[in-house]
């Protein structure tokens, strides 16, 4: 081990890997200033983070400012807003600001949806630790009498953590308090609010979303977001949250028909959305309810305008839930698309088999693996036989008699 | 620049075929790669640049570029680079204000059915004024190069095909047929290959439209065996027929990896992750 001898005396609980070494990269000293924002390892970027751990690090450490992140909806939607809450939440705690924009629910009963952060878990939580699991037994941790060779290793851990610990934990059980709701500064474009104005001076664009991008511009410019306008005295994120871009309640007919009358109405507005996001210090998470859009092709230029994609898979309603493969989560999550900003290679995720589940309190996405087999007969039977064959093919003939109790 | 790559197309920044219309096309996979390498040499091969960049920011091309050696700021502070920032200029059309009235080579957007006649004129001005006058300029540059990264987005914003097709044969006459210069283009295809048949009218379309105008396309996709780690995917490298020597170049296939500062690419089946 590479350790400086000194740090050896500390408790192992206090080991990160950020303390094995002295050397340490020098930050610039503007980008730190802003609370609940990180710069990332890879490339510098300035991260935020999404409100799920997990998903923070599928993203490589979180989201990067300036920045779209594409949620492709589930099939009811209630997944795909839980994480839209949580992006929301995490906004709330670290002060952010809030530009919330809906056609369906009224921006006002989205906040106070947000789930409850766990807040005194952040002041006892060491940076090192591994976040805790609500279904772990913490205790059974005793030395092992049988199987002590393996004592010593790593406990396996399919749900995705980073080693340092970046944004806040939420319960969803509970909603958050008035009181913490109330402190966020926040803005909001309810769609029926904005009546269409007749002017149709674009034709590829839509009235619901010139409006929406021009409300944009104005709470960026306005509240000192905009980058090329000279600094204010202090800087702040703006967490963009668009809900449901592309259904039928914001004037779009993308989800109604075949060929739809407005095919690039939505992705001009995300090419906008893009150029005021690049020159300003904010963030946007959109979601979009993919299973309507018929035409695939449709659905590709709309990822490729925005910067991270992901799709949300629920097996709420499908076969898929009674089969005894996926019983523990509640449905799939693929990547899309990763970013790739200000760097010649992007952060590519290690595996693309992907598993959410809601947890009592917590949202969390896992690597999906399969339940060990704990049935005595179907697959076993069938392994065996196969080591039989396998034996007998390498010439061991008077073994393969005896092989067949042996599972390996 | 990624000499790997100089060595598979058989070329260098001091001495490149001119006349070429290279097509980069993507499926399932990003060749954003591509254009930082194509951007990179011309700048180094001392070419005039015109780069229209619509889907990324200066900035970022400015980071990629100083990771490889190149500073964007400087080719533009001399005149070597001309870059159009299709992001920025599209915002003051979008949403007009009084101050700027934009741009004028984005101004297609505000009729996209019209055609590109705006973007086109803005590519001719900047290309011809550098080969024609200019003479007072303390630096003379080499041949001029175009430079576009993701045309598909043209379609996305509302142009149709089949100007985005006229657009770019109006380029290559300009470009590579007068001026002896070079074009580089980046198409981007949706998903699945081939597989939705004539009826998909759109960036299949286009790339198929913009195949048959090149003369050297550099088809970059995933893997058909899926995801992987550590190989990001693979180039398709076709020549078509050149005049000179009369004999097809083969058809080559490389499979790539994205480093930090640099892509390498190696034969199908030989990377350091499998052997």
């Keep these: 081990m ?24 020098k930050s610039r000293t503007k980008s730190l200033s802003i609370p609940g924002t990180r710069p990332s390892v890879q490339n510098g970027q300035l991260l935020v983070s999404s409100g799920v751990t997990s998903l923070d690090y599928l993203l490589g450490g979180g989201l990067a400012v300036g920045t779209v992140l594409l949620i492709e909806e589930d099939r009811y939607d209630s997944f795909s807003r839980m994480i839209f ?259 010649l290679a992007s952060h590519l995720p290690d595996h693309k088999d992907l598993a959410f589940k809601l947890k009592r309190k917590q949202f969390t996405i896992e690597r999906l693996h399969l339940p060990p087999d704990l049935s005595e007969t179907v697959s076993r039977v069938s392994k065996g036989e196969l080591a039989g064959a396998a034996t007998a093919a390498a010439a061991c003939s008077s073994a393969t008699s005896s092989a067949k109790h042996l599972d390996f | 620049m990624f000499t790997e790559l100089n060595s598979i197309l058989n070329t260098s920044p001091e001495s490149f075929t001119p006349g070429e219309f290279i097509l980069l096309s993507d499926r399932q996979s990003d060749a954003s790669f591509l254009i930082h390498h194509f951007l990179s040499f011309y700048l180094k091969a001392r070419c005039k640049v015109c780069f229209v960049a619509l889907v990324q920011s200066f900035s970022h091309y400015h980071a990629v570029s100083q990771r490889l050696g190149v500073s964007l700021t400087q080719a533009k502070e001399k005149g070597q680079l001309i870059f159009l920032e299709g992001l920025k200029e599209s915002l003051s059309v979008f949403l007009p204000q009084e101050e700027n009235a934009g741009h004028q080579a984005m101004s297609f957007l505000r009729d996209p059915a019209a055609g590109l006649r705006s973007l086109y004129e803005f590519v001719q001005s900047s290309v011809v004024e550098s080969s024609g006058g200019g003479g007072a300029s303390a630096e003379q540059w080499g041949p001029p190069v175009l430079l576009m990264d993701d045309v598909s987005v043209l379609l996305s914003l509302g142009v149709r095909v089949g100007a985005v097709l006229d657009f770019s044969h109006y380029c290559r006459t300009t470009v590579c047929s007068q001026l002896q210069g070079n074009v580089v283009m980046l ?41 992987c780690r550590d190989i990001h995917g693979q180039v398709e490298f076709c020549w078509k027929k050149r005049q000179s020597d009369g004999q097809h170049a083969p058809k080559k296939v490389f499979q790539f990896k994205v480093h930090d500062k640099g892509v390498s690419f190696f034969a199908r089946g030989t990377s350091r992750a499998v052997l």
């Design chain 2, 187 to 227: 198409v981007r295809c949706d998903g699945e290959a081939e597989e939705d048949d004539a009826d998909d009218e759109g960036s299949e379309q286009l790339m198929r439209g913009l195949t048959h105008q090149s003369c050297l396309t550099l088809h970059v996709q995933g893997l058909p065996t899926g995801y």
């Design chain 1, 85 to 343: 809450k949580y992006f929301l939440a995490e906004g709330v705690v670290c002060r952010h600001e809030l530009f919330v924009a809906a056609a369906q629910d009224d921006p006002d009963d989205i906040l106070q949806e947000l789930p409850a952060p766990i807040l005194d878990d952040v002041a006892i939580h060491r940076p090192g630790e591994q976040p805790r699991m609500s279904c772990e037994p913490q205790d059974t941790l005793d030395a092992m009498k049988i199987a002590w060779r393996y004592q010593n290793l790593p406990k396996v851990q399919s749900a995705l953590a980073s080693s340092s610990r970046f944004g806040h934990y939420y319960d969803v059980s509970k909603t958050m308090e008035p009181e913490i709701r109330q402190a966020a500064k926040w803005h909001r474009f309810y769609h029926p609010e904005h009546p269409p104005l007749s002017s149709g001076t674009h034709s590829p664009k839509l009235e619901s979303y010139s409006a929406l991008l021009k409300s944009l511009r104005d709470v960026i410019q306005r509240e000192g977001f905009d980058l090329t306008a000279p600094l204010p005295k202090s800087r702040n994120i703006l967490r963009v949250g668009l809900h449901s871009l592309g259904s039928a309640l914001w004037g779009d007919d993308l989800c109604c028909y075949n060929n739809p009358k407005n095919v690039h109405a939505l992705t001009s507005f995300l090419y906008g959305l893009r150029a005021l996001l690049r020159t300003s210090l904010s963030v946007a998470v959109v979601t979009v309810p993919s299973h309507l859009i018929q035409d695939r092709a449709l659905m590709g230029s709309i990822t490729r305008l925005c910067d991270n994609a992901i799709a949300l898979e629920s097996f709420k309603g499908s076969e898929r839930e009674t089969n005894p493969l996926y019983k523990d989560y509640h449905g799939l999550l693929h990547v899309r698309q990763v970013p790739r900003l200000n760097c």
């Design chain 1, 2 to 25: 590479a350790a400086p001898v000194k740090s050896m005396d500390k408790p192992p609980a206090e080991f990160s890997p950020l303390n094995f070494t002295s050397f340490q990269k």
